[in-house]
Each structure stands twice: as C-alpha cells, then as structure tokens.
C-alpha cells in the first residue's frame, strides 16, 4: 500500500509502498516565530485512513457549514445509487476530517467560557488533532499477517495556547490549563461517541478524563504523584510495569503524574488512564495505557460498509492458515521450540545453494529435498493443529513431538546437503587446478 497526503481531496504527497499492517512514519512540523520549530510525529499503520483536523484559531461556522453540505450530496447520491466517481475520501475521510474539526470546535467553545470565568485572556495558536481508523495487526516475527477493524482513534496530540491572567495572578492561569485540558480530554471520547454512536449501534469509547471517573466511581483509589510520594505509591499502583516506568522518568523530571491505583475494565478495554501534567503551568499530557495517546472508540465495523467490505476481504480467521496461525497450539509450541525459525532458515539455506554458481544433480537434489521436506512438514503441522487427528491433548502432544523429530531431521539433512553441495565444489575446483598446472 502506498501513502498519500491529501489536501482538499487532492493527492499532494506520496511515500514508499509498504505491505498492509506495515507501520509508516508520519512527522508535521510546526514553526513559531517566537519558540522556533516543534515537531511531532505519529506511527501509522498501513491500511489506515486518518484525517487531520487543524485549528487555526478558531474552526468558522463556514467551515462546518461546507462539510455539512458534502454530506448532503454524498447522501444524496447513495440514495440514487449514483457510485460514478464516489471514492473514500468522501465516504471516510470526510466523517473523520469533519469529527476531528468537531473536536475543535467544541473544544474552543469551552475554552471561551473557561477563560471568561477566570477571567484570563486565552489565544489558541495553530493546533492539531488526528482522528483515524485503527487495526488490529497480528505479526509473526515482526512480519503482519493478520488485520481486523479496531475501531477509531483520536489524538489531539498538539493544542497550544497562550493564556495570560488578567489581573496577573498565576493560580488563575494554571487552573485554567488543568480545567482545559481535561475537557481536552474528555471530549476526546465524547465526540466520536456523539458522531458515530446510531440507537442500534452506540460507540463506546474511553480516555483518561473516563477511566480516572469509572476507577473513581468502582472505588478504586486516584493519585497525585509527586517526587514527595513516588517512592511509596510507585509500588503500589498495580498497573503495567511501561506505564510505571514512564510515570517515574515523568516525575523525576519534575512532573505530577495523576493514575488510578489498578486498570479498570470497560467494553473490552483493559488498562488504565493517566495524566502528566506541569505544576507550575498546569499544561499537561493526558494517556491511556493501551499504548494509544487520546481515545479509542469501539465502533461496530459494519458502520460503513466500505469497512465492512474490506475486513470481510481479509479476514482469513476461517481460513486453516489463519486458524492455525491463531491457535493456542501454535502459540506454545512455536515460542518453546522455534520450528518455523528452522524451516524458515533452511528454506534461507535453499536460496543459498540455488544462487552460487550454477546448480549441478547434487545441488538440485538437495534443494528439491528440502523444499519438499518444508512443504510436507508444514501440512501435517496445520493438520495436527487443527484437531484433525484427535483431541486437544492429542494435537498439542503430537504436534510437539513431530516439530521436535523434524528439527533434527532438517538439520541433518540441511548438514548433509551441504556438506555434500561443498564436497562436489571441492573436488571440481581441485580438478580445475589440476588441469590448469598440467597445461
């Protein structure tokens, strides 16, 4: 799959080819005349759409006046069954494109009124928001082979202000910032639930201002950590050791971090929502620990049926590789034994054999030899994993010894080819020489 840029609808940038499920880099820049150039950067999984919504200092009512109009027309040619010219960047970019300036929009509205209860001047300077589809990318050994619809995902990962207190105090500017940003937050979730949810099918989404309030609501403790408390709460949170680790590289540099003591549960989600913030300023980070920044949405994939079309193409979960590849044989043998890490290396060995010189009988004996052997053992493997010769303890017990046996097959027949590959090499280049000192 190939990335594009798009501006207006119109491809203006494009980048290297990568599989589906691959990961690309995606880097905006911006330049402050004042604070010189902040860069920030995003992993995207190839096969995603993302859009992103910029605010510019405030989202006009023409704006979205604009992007209502789109939609008009493109419900108006569906209804006709006018798909001529109909591509997904009206039917997906623009539901994102037009979420993520809704993000900004509502944002802004409460900043106002934020501001004006404070009394403190707020100035958004030029800000971003990405609001995506997401996948759900199985790998096997670093490779994807496997990708389902995971939802959506909002990131406002750059919202910049200026914000000055009118009659100069600081602890009004600070409250404004700790105000802000958590409705930052919250309506990181709220949007996309409002957007996408239908009465048959509501999204469901999470972000940290919701999972601190579900830990506060099931009773589970909320803590401000501090360099003054870090050593005694640090190794009471029972959380993931990655998110422990970046709330004490954040307080060590300064940093109040607020958690929730254990990970919450809510539609599937599993994890915990955390935030980073400045004492002095009151700006702030706002994580959840599913290794998203933002929100995650559930939104059911038959909401488009252009995302329903898609996964029904690559759902190879019926398929025997995909079952076996998802199998829980498959998981326990393939970590403890490392079979296909053979196999893969012997079919390496093949290409080896095949691309030095030209192959002779012997090499090509040995080469068919090993292809062959591959081939067979990957067959009775994905039989076997697929209870087609008995029962649970049958397939895990049976797989496990063949694997074993066939390891030590395929190095011995990988240690006989070679050797007699580099035997017949041997003695042909002696021969050569021969010749050569004799003429």
């Known amino acids: 799959m190939k990335p594009e840029l798009r501006i207006d609808g119109q491809v203006v940038a494009t980048g290297a080819a990568v599989g589906l499920g691959g990961t690309n880099l995606f880097s905006m820049t911006f330049s402050d005349p004042a604070y010189g150039a902040s860069q920030v950067t995003n992993y995207v999984d190839a096969g995603v759409y993302q859009a992103i919504g910029l605010n510019l200092g405030e989202i006009s009512p023409e704006q979205l006046a604009g992007l209502k109009d789109q939609f008009e027309a493109t419900k108006t040619r569906l209804q006709n069954q006018d798909y001529v010219g109909l591509s997904k960047n009206e039917l997906i970019g623009d539901p994102l494109f037009a979420t993520a300036l809704a993000y900004h929009a509502q944002l802004t509205a409460f900043n106002h009124i934020y501001a004006r209860s404070l009394n403190v001047n707020a100035l958004t300077l030029p800000s971003e928001t990405l609001f995506a589809t997401k996948m759900k990318v199985m790998t096997l050994w670093g490779i994807p082979r496997y990708v389902s619809f995971a939802g959506l995902n909002m990131d406002a990962d750059y919202l910049m202000q200026v914000v000055k207190a009118k009659d100069g105090n600081g602890d009004t500017v600070k409250q404004y910032m700790l105000t802000s940003g958590m409705t930052s937050s919250a309506l990181e979730h709220a949007v996309p639930e409002q957007l996408f949810s239908t009465p048959e099918m ?200 063949t694997m074993i046996a066939i390891t030590f097959i395929m190095n011995f027949i990988k240690q006989l080819a070679l050797e007699a590959i580099w035997s017949a090499r041997l003695k042909r280049k002696n021969r050569k020489e021969k010749e050569v000192i004799l003429a």
């Not at 193409?313 to 995909?322: R, T």
Request: glycine residues 8%; hydrophobic residues 40%.
């Open 202 to 401: 509501p999204a469901q989404g999470i972000s940290t201002a919701k999972a601190l309030k579900i830990a506060n609501d099931s009773g589970i403790p909320i803590y401000n950590i501090t360099q003054a408390n870090l050593a005694v709460v640090l190794p009471q949170l029972q959380i993931g050791q990655q998110v422990k680790d970046e709330i004490a590289n954040a307080v060590n540099a300064a940093k109040t971090v607020t958690v929730s003591k254990s990970n919450i549960s809510y539609n599937g989600w599993t994890g915990c929502g955390y935030s980073i913030t400045d004492p002095e300023t009151g700006a702030g980070a706002y994580m959840i620990s599913s290794g998203s920044s933002g929100s995650d949405t559930k939104v059911d994939k038959n909401y488009w049926s252009e995302f329903d079309t898609l996964f029904t193409l690559l759902d190879i979960k019926n398929s025997i590789i995909g079952q076996f590849i998802t199998s829980k044989a498959f998981e326990v043998i393939g970590k403890s034994i490392g079979i296909f890490g053979t196999l893969i290396q012997a079919l390496i060995d093949v290409k080896t054999i095949i691309d030095k010189d030209s192959p002779d009988k012997i090499k090509k004996m040995s080469s068919y030899l090993l292809i062959g052997s591959c081939s067979a053992i990957s067959m009775i493997a994905t039989f076997l994993a697929l209870g087609v010769a008995g029962g649970p303890l049958f397939v895990v017990t049976a797989t496990a010894l």
